[in-house]
Nanobody
Framework: QVRLVESGGGLVQTGGSLRLSCAASEGTVSNYGLGWFRQAPGRGREFVATMWRLTESRDYADSVKGRFTCSRDNAKNTVYLDMTNLTPEDTAVYYC?????????????????WGQGTQVTVSS
């Protein structure tokens, strides 16, 4: 089992940057594949990025490729999502999830553990 806590959200202007953190208060992040998802009002949970379990492989949604980078600090038991060149379309609640499935799944249903989410708002 792993318990995840996101932080780092906030209000930023178009073109700005934010770093989201997802810390494990229980469990060890290195044992899991970690994914980032987001959910805007009235929409489903959307895949953003994932780091595969047991490897350093990463996958990104086309909408964030080249702008967002996910990373993992095993010593701090924390994963990060660095977001740059933000636009209002990036406004959403961002969630991190943990999965034991190998291969970096992009479906929210493949993730068993979730954090509480952190709000990111990008103003125009």
């Amino acid at each position: 089992q792993v318990r995840l806590v996101e932080s780092g959200g906030g209000l930023v202007q178009t073109g700005g940057s934010l770093r989201l953190s997802c810390a494990a208060s229980e469990g060890t992040v290195s044992n899991y594949g970690l994914g980032w998802f987001r959910q805007a009002p009235g929409r489903g949970r959307e895949f953003v990025a994932t780091m595969w379990r047991l490897t350093e492989s990463r996958d990104y949604a086309d909408s964030v490729k080249g702008r967002f980078t996910c990373s993992r600090d095993n010593a701090k038991n924390t994963v990060y999502l660095d977001m740059t060149n933000l636009t209002p379309e990036d406004t959403a609640v961002y969630y991190c999830g943990a999965t034991t499935i190998y291969g970096g799944p992009s479906s929210p249903g493949s993730y068993r553990y979730w954090g509480q989410g952190t709000q990111v708002t990008v103003s125009s």
